[in-house]
């Protein structure tokens, strides 16, 4: 019997080995943890009385009621506060101003129109001291001032659309407008002395009649907001750019303070500090500013959208595309970014204390920034897709008014309402089907024993609405625990009483649980060629050390012994080395049994029982011949609970054992010229016939490993070594090898 082994399976060999590792017992625990971030899995929607921080804690905010009732008009597009309740809208697309009388509490609304202008949209509204009401239009750029509800004066400025109106402490006005980007500046007094004029007046002089005289310009397309800065300077913010400008306080040439592009700055809040805060958003997507940009009119669009979203049934909101920041411009100082969010269209500011409040939209958003811890905040939200004006209630300092559009109405944030605090997660994704078990949280502040409640719902499916169990308690056992249905989404709900403390905090919890146990697969299973055995190195010990990343990344941690990726292949008559590769999705542990079976026989025999190497070296040569079935066997082990362990039988590859050598039925040499013919003709009963080798009695060696039809596929071959004469010249014999695929070889000698 003969250890040969062709070059090319020596080659396979040691590829085989190369990508080849064998499973380690590992203490990794098979339970899995999902942190929830409070700040990113509850939408603003889902907080009542609370609100999430973005260091991903929930903490006290404010309730927010959307009150019931009509609204006045299709489109609310600003506010101005006035006394007893009682507030000035600016609606479109009739040009109607309404005084709605709102109730804290949460009462309907009652309204009653003051005034109807011949623009269609009432862009700006402002209330003067003497009781009398401007304000701006669009698309005609109308500036009227309206007195006990009757319209004295009016004019059309030279532009498409007015912005907004700025009350200066001198009683003039300034008033922003679009198409062009202009400031004008506007004696009242004078003003309301001119009369009504319908065309629009475009000459300094005309413009002078009527007490109106530019302040100043940019070359964007629009000013779309204007503020008065403590020392007297003007602030604004233009579309589609999306600059913001200082002018001096008589007006002028501008100072970009910040320069944008294909950006709206939606609002300016002067801070007492002599700096100012803004709301900057940009879209990605085609939108009103880049419309605005072509030329097209930035109302006519927005009412086209608004009256083919009515048109639909149901009516189809987009989401914001874009993102939105909050900027500071500290007097004489660099601008800072604050806050920035995706998918979140920032519209308009307010100020509640330490604390930014910021509406917006597309899906009714209500946003904040806390000045003291630097934190960005998400509160209560709308039902309503925008909120596009937030103004504080006089003389009630905790309490704002908000219009929304689609579907318009009126909505009041109240920080000093008593309400139960509610919050509730989106589903939350724990990575497969799993078994859940606690639910922790790192502290708890500001929360008494028996405040807080907790309940858990879950799903197989992503569907927010569908398929979802119903509302369990979670009663606080070592961490938060029910008897729940298991489940690959999970959905949490906290509610706290109406006596919570204003200072609460939850941290961010941590969700444990257990994920579905899946069977074992077989990836791969071969057998090295007979007659080879591996010496496996000894495995060197573990590093005294230990680096951060390894202690990151013991979740990850390396489950193969090194050493069998070296280990030396080698011969070795009649050993049998056979590997595997078996895949555990979860990470289990693996024991192995490996066992073989003749043909016609019932009973296996273990060649190796519950054994923690991918891998099985035996001795064949004891064995009968004939062709032997293989089996193996896959089972967990700890610390996978003994009775949820899993066990999977594989049939492998059958194997051949094969001790007699090949038959040469034919060997004979001829000379043909210069060139020496030597033919082998061969048969074996087993196994697959895999070349001869030749040595001639002068010292060459030659190997044909290639049959005569071309293909070497049979247990009977021909090979033919075709050598020159030359080179064979002084030989007088050769002796004639012949080998099968198991390793055995016949041996004749020729001579001539």
Same mark, same amino acid.
């Given at each position: ?73 299709? #489109? ?80 059309? #400025? ?30 009242? $007094?004078?003003?309301? $002395? ?195 004006? #937030? ?231 004891? #064995? ?129």
């Amino acid at each position: 019997m003969s250890s040969f082994m062709p070059r090319t399976h020596l080659a396979t060999v040691a590829l085989i080995l190369a990508t080849l590792g064998t499973g380690s017992l590992s203490g990794d625990p098979l339970s899995k943890q999902t942190d929830i971030d409070f700040y990113r899995d509850i939408r603003s929607r889902d907080l009542h009385g609370l609100a999430t921080r973005s260091d991903g804690r929930l903490v006290a905010g404010p309730v927010l009621v959307d009150l019931k009732g009509d609204a006045p008009a299709e #489109l609310l597009w600003c506010l101005e506060p006035g006394a007893d309740g009682r507030w000035l809208v600016g609606t479109g697309p009739n040009g109607r101003i309404f005084e709605v009388t709102i109730d804290p509490k949460g009462a309907a609304p009652a309204s009653h129109e003051i005034a109807k202008l011949d623009d269609p949209q009432v862009f700006a509204l402002r209330r003067l001291p003497d009781g009398s009401l401007l304000a701006g239009t669009s698309p005609k750029g109308g500036l009227c001032l309206i007195r006990g509800g009757k319209l004295v004066a009016r004019v059309g #400025l030279p532009a498409d659309s007015l912005f907004d109106l700025a009350l200066l402490p001198d009683g003039t006005v300034l008033a922003a407008t679009g198409n062009p980007g202009r400031i004008y500046r506007v004696d009242v $007094a004078k003003f309301g $002395a001119s009369g009504i004029t319908h065309d629009r007046v475009s000459d300094p002089k005309g413009l002078a009649a009527h007490g109106i005289s530019l302040f100043g310009e940019i070359r964007d397309r629009n000013v779309r907001r204007i503020a008065r800065l403590t020392d007297g300077r003007i602030a604004a913010g233009s579309a589609p750019r999306g600059n913001v400008y200082l002018f001096e306080a008589a007006g002028g040439s501008p100072f970009i303070l910040q320069d944008n592009r294909d950006a709206e700055v939606t609002d300016l809040l002067p801070d007492a500090s002599g700096g100012c805060y803004a709301t900057i958003i940009f879209s990605l997507a085609e939108s009103r500013l880049a419309s605005a940009a072509k030329g097209k009119d930035i109302v006519a669009e927005t009412v086209q959208a608004v009256q083919a979203a009515q048109a639909a049934q149901p009516p189809t909101i987009e989401k914001f595309s874009g993102r939105s920041t909050l900027v500071w411009f500290p007097a004489g100082g660099f601008p800072e970014t604050l806050t920035a969010r995706l998918g979140v269209a920032f519209y308009r500011l307010a100020r509640h204390g330490d604390t930014l409040l910021i509406a917006g939209g597309e899906q009714g958003e209500m946003s904040g920034y806390s000045l003291k811890d630097r934190l960005a905040l998400t509160f209560s939200g709308s039902e309503s897709s925008q909120i596009n004006a #937030l103004q504080p209630v006089p003389n009630a300092p905790d309490r704002f008014v908000a219009l929304r559009n689609n579907a318009p109405g009126f909505t009041v944030l109240d920080f000093a309402m008593g309400a139960a605090r509610r919050a509730e997660t989106r589903p939350v994704d724990l990575g497969a089907l799993a078994r859940l078990g606690a639910l922790r949280f790192n502290r708890l502040r500001g929360i008494a024993d028996g405040e807080l409640t907790l309940s858990l719902s879950t799903s197989n499916g992503s569907d927010e609405t569908e398929g979802w169990s119903p509302w369990v308690p979670l009663k606080d056992n070592d961490g938060w625990r029910a008897s729940v249905p298991s489940g690959r989404y999970a959905r949490v709900r906290f509610e706290l009483p109406l006596t919570s403390s204003p200072t609460l905090e939850l941290d961010k919890p941590t969700l444990y649980s257990l994920p579905q146990n899946h069977r074992p697969t077989l990836q791969e299973f071969r057998m090295l060629s007979p007659n080879y055995a591996i010496i496996v190195p000894v495995e060197q010990p573990a590093s005294p050390t230990t680096t951060v990343s390894q202690l990151i990344q013991a979740g990850d941690s390396e489950r193969h012994h090194s050493g069998f990726q070296s280990s030396q292949v080698v011969p070795s008559p009649g050993t049998r080395v056979a590997f595997w590769t078996v895949n555990d999705v979860d990470g289990d542990n693996l024991l192995y049994t490996f066992s073989i079976r003749p043909e016609g026989a019932s009973t296996w025999t273990d060649i190796s029982v519950d054994s923690r190497e991918a891998y099985a070296q035996f001795d064949t040569a004891h #064995l009968p011949e004939g062709t032997y079935f293989t089996r193996l066997v896959a089972k967990e082990t700890a610390p996978r609970l003994e009775a949820d362990r899993l066990s999977v039988n594989f049939e492998t590859d059958d194997m051949v054992v094969d001790h007699t050598p090949p038959r040469i039925l034919e060997c004979g040499i001829r000379k043909e010229g210069n060139r020496l013919i030597l033919t082998v003709h061969g048969r074996d009963a087993l196994s697959l016939l895999h070349g001869i080798d030749v040595v001639f009695n002068n010292g060459v060696h030659e190997t044909v490993e290639q049959p005569a039809d071309g293909i070497l596929d049979g247990r009977e071959e021909t090979f033919v070594l075709d050598e020159s004469a030359g080179r064979v010249s002084s030989a007088t014999s050769a002796e004639v090898t012949l080998y099968d695929s198991a390793g055995n070889g016949s041996v004749q000698r020729l001579s001539w």
